[in-house]
């Protein structure tokens, strides 16, 4: 929340952190941290780090990017498509529904330049995502059939 109330003060930002990451040129860079659970592999304790982006016109689809928010705060998504008064973004965990963000919320733009683990994987979260996965392809056959049968009492 600290970004938030302080990403327009000069004073806060000049007082953040700073690493040197070889690999990273010609650009603003900095790092966010990750919450939840929604954009697999990544998990609580890791980092993704975001170029800056100064347009929407830079956006493109199907690549990540951090957005910054009035409403959601901090949020890294898939971008989908540009809309008139907003963006769709979705989440790589096919778990949650994309969403729309409104143009007015988006405070800043981030396209994803590369990310650091601070913990590493255990053997048995593979197999936790598995299960995951298994459950989103259950919940997307049922959706088909749904609209299966949908389709079938409709033609009846």
């Known amino acids: 929340m600290g970004y938030l109330n302080g990403y327009a003060d000069p004073e806060y930002i000049e007082n953040l952190q700073t690493i040197s990451l070889p690999f990273l ?19 609580d304790g890791a980092y993704i780090v975001g170029k800056y982006i100064e347009d929407l016109s830079e956006l493109k ?5 951090i957005f910054i928010t009035v409403n959601d705060g901090i949020t890294y998504k898939r971008f989908q498509f540009h809309e008139a008064d907003g963006i769709c973004v979705k989440a790589d965990n096919n778990f949650y529904e994309p969403y729309k963000i409104p143009l007015t919320e988006i405070k800043e733009l981030w396209e994803f330049a590369c990310s650091i683990s601070t913990q590493e994987y255990e053997p048995e979260e593979f197999a936790q ?17 749904n609209v299966q049968n949908d389709l079938k009492s409709r033609k009846n």
Request: hydrophobic share 30%.
């Open 25 to 43: 040129h010609n650009g603003k860079y900095r790092a966010f941290p990750v919450q939840g659970d929604s954009m697999p592999p990544y998990k």
């Open 61 to 65: 689809t199907d690549k990540t990017y």
């Open 129 to 145: 995502l598995s299960i995951q996965n298994l459950f989103v392809e259950i919940k997307d056959d049922i959706r088909k059939m």
